[in-house]
């Protein structure tokens, strides 16, 4: 099971093909500036916070500095997720990242919003973002990091079937270009929860791209969902797809 996809671990990007049948967006639903703001810096640990920049996404225009950092530290609500091959409105991704993550994987996602605004279609932009990875436009970061993913709530494709489902799945992600699961004895099956609990790597489907995922305990998993319960609220009164089960807005 080391070529196992699990995209609904990692934030940011999912490399198994979606099975539903492509759903083409041409725009995305703004979010609230301070909303989206909140939303993206619940990626990171609370007394991280303070000192993070923080992207936001001007669906007409791409990510702009909505605040500005000092601790090196980058956030975002990630909305395009070029691996599917397809372009929705529904895809939520809240991650940070350090330095050298920012200077690597983050700026895959901001191209991947530019491109998207000149009206760039699905298959040309995966099939754009693909290349810049094969020519070394895109590279793997120069030494190992840390990507934040601990928010309270997430849309993305997920275990068991992949499909684009709202969960709550904090975790972080470590850097580890070119490692496989197989190269840390890691046997990851979809149909087996218990096999995800423990680290794995998620390839993403090239080596530049790969992580070791750690999913937070269940007890750090609830304490999150009830420190971020009011932000959970807010974002499911903002659009229905963000209400986890058995949510109300």
């Given at each position: 099971m080391n070529k196992v996809r699990i995209f609904a671990l990692v934030v940011a990007l999912a490399t198994a093909p979606a099975q539903a049948a492509a759903v083409q967006a041409t725009s995305l639903t703004p979010m609230p500036e301070t909303l989206?703001?909140?939303?993206?810096?619940?990626?990171?640990?609370?007394?991280?916070?303070?000192?993070?920049?923080?992207?936001v996404l001007d669906p007409a225009t791409g990510y702009r500095v909505a605040r500005r950092g000092t601790s090196g530290l980058e956030c975002l609500v990630q909305r395009t997720a070029w691996e599917h091959g397809e372009l929705r409105d529904d895809i939520y991704i809240p991650l940070c990242y350090d330095a050298v993550g920012a200077r690597t994987y983050l700026k895959v996602i901001m191209?991947?919003?530019?491109?998207?605004?000149?009206?760039?279609?699905?298959?040309?932009?995966k099939?754009?973002?693909?290349?810049?990875?094969?020519?070394?436009?895109?590279?793997?970061?120069?030494?190992?990091?840390?990507?934040?993913?601990?928010?309270?709530?997430?849309?993305?494709?997920?275990?068991?079937?992949?499909?684009?489902?709202?969960?709550?799945?904090?975790?972080?992600?470590?850097?580890a270009p070119g490692i496989s699961n197989a190269d840390i004895g890691a046997k990851p099956d979809l149909a087996d929860p218990a096999t995800l609990v423990y680290p794995l790597i998620d390839r993403q489907g090239n080596d530049e791209q790969s992580y070791v995922v750690q999913l937070l305990g269940e007890t750090e998993k609830a304490k999150i969902l009830a420190d971020e319960r009011?932000?959970?609220?807010?974002?499911?009164?903002?659009?229905?797809?963000?209400?986890?089960a058995g949510m109300k807005h």
């Open positions: 989206e703001v909140r939303y993206a810096l619940s990626a990171l640990p609370a007394a991280l916070r303070d000192a993070a920049t923080v992207h191209d991947t919003a530019a491109l998207r605004v000149s009206g760039i279609d699905a298959a040309a932009l099939a754009r973002v693909e290349q810049r990875y094969a020519d070394g436009t895109y590279r793997a970061p120069e030494k190992s990091g840390v990507s934040y993913m601990v928010a309270p709530v997430m849309r993305t494709a997920g275990p068991p079937d992949m499909q684009i489902h709202t969960m709550a799945m904090p975790h972080l992600m470590y850097y009011e932000l959970l609220h807010a974002l499911c009164a903002h659009r229905e797809v963000l209400c986890l």
